[in-house]
């Protein structure tokens, strides 16, 4: 079954521990983003990834680091969370002009 | 810059009813237009999308939607609402810039269907 697969679901921590959230896709994509959702803004794009090594900035990646070592995966870092981090994250990858999402990951930070 | 603006952050609407979920957007190119659908506790589905074929895009579960250009719109209808049909729509614009295939997204737009 073509599947973006985001973990963990649910994650709660502290101010300042680093975390990763891992993002799958078995889809061969080559494009893949994130996207962090918060009541009353919508989805905004965090980093996106044309393909293997490559990533760039989207609309606010302030306190998010990204890297694509591979295809498949494309995990989004936290090096030292805030709570203005709080939200729920979206990873989607991309074929032709469609977008494929996880089911996402709603993180807390205390 | 592209940008999308859905009006009306709550929509309630009777079961059997049409829905009528609107969407403006702004772009300096022809848009690809999306309507997506997020479940409770669910990540997102694409309904349908407008990539500058017909102007009338059916979808799935009953829902389309029409681009019209000269009123920079692409709202969503469906004749008759179903309970199942509750959830939070979101509107999105691309302009197709293939160096980056971002989705600029619409705030959302929360519907709920009344018994």
């Known amino acids: 079954e073509a599947q973006v697969t985001q973990n963990p679901r649910y994650l709660i921590t502290v101010t300042g521990k680093k975390l990763t959230v891992t993002c799958s896709q078995n889809?061969?994509?080559?494009?893949m983003s994130w996207y962090r959702q918060d009541p009353g803004l919508g989805l905004r794009q965090i980093y996106y990834?044309?393909?293997?090594?490559?990533?760039d900035k989207g609309d606010v990646p302030e306190g998010y680091k990204v890297s694509r070592k591979e295809k498949r995966n494309f995990p989004l870092i936290l090096e030292s969370p805030s709570p203005n981090q709080t939200s729920l994250y979206f990873c989607?990858?991309?074929?032709?002009?469609?977008?494929?999402f996880g089911q996402g990951t709603r993180l807390t930070v205390v | 810059a592209q940008s999308v603006t859905q009006l009306g952050s709550h929509v309630s609407v009777s079961e059997g009813a049409l829905v009528l979920l609107r969407c403006n957007y702004s772009?300096?190119?022809?848009?690809?237009l999306f309507w997506y659908v997020q479940y409770p506790n669910q990540g997102l589905q694409l309904l349908l999308k407008?990539?500058?074929?017909?102007?009338l895009v059916k979808g799935i579960n009953g829902f389309e939607a029409e681009f019209k250009k000269s009123e920079t719109s692409f709202h969503l209808t469906k004749p008759s609402a179903h309970m199942s049909d509750a959830a939070e729509y979101f509107c999105a614009v691309s302009d197709r810039n293939f160096g980056n295939e971002k989705l600029t997204f619409g705030t959302g737009t929360r519907l709920t269907i009344i018994p």
């Open positions: 990834s044309m393909n293997v090594e490559v990533t």
């Open positions: 889809m061969n994509h080559e494009y």
């Open positions: 989607a990858s991309w074929r032709n002009t469609e977008a494929f």
């Open positions: 407008y990539t500058s074929a017909a102007t």
């Open positions: 772009s300096s190119v022809p848009p690809y």
